[in-house]
């Protein structure tokens, strides 16, 4: 199997119109190692404000017990999941955002 480059995803993800962010499984708190230009454009954050922060910033003070629950049992197996959270804009607007844990 080929080993990935970060620089080199990150250079063909930044050009995808599909928002995309990846998050580090490995480190605690998983925080943000990537999002590319489509997901600042609908988070309305900079890529600096998120890189490096748990993407659960932008669930504020939303209801996403469920989701939460879907990926914490997938986290707890080791096994793939998807959840849909409902997740706050800079400007305070909510948007869907799909997780999905590989």
């Known amino acids: 199997m080929a080993t990935l ?4 995803v990150a250079q063909r993800l930044d050009k995808s119109t599909l928002s995309m962010s990846i998050a580090d499984a490995g480190v605690s708190d998983m925080p ?3 999002v590319n230009p489509a997901f600042c454009a609908v988070t309305g ?3 600096s404000d ?4 748990n993407c659960r910033f932008l669930q504020a003070d939303l209801d ?3 989701p939460r629950r879907i990926v914490a049992e997938a986290l ?3 096994t793939a999941a998807q959840a849909v959270f409902r997740n706050r804009r800079r400007d305070g607007s909510e948007f869907n955002n799909l997780l999905i844990l590989e």
Request: proline share 0%; no cysteine; glycine share 10%.
């Open 45 to 47: 954050y900079e890529a």
């Open 32 to 34: 943000l190692v990537y």
């Open 50 to 53: 998120m890189i490096g922060r």
């Open 64 to 66: 996403n017990e469920d």
């Open 5 to 8: 480059n970060i620089e080199e």
């Open 76 to 78: 707890d197996k080791g």
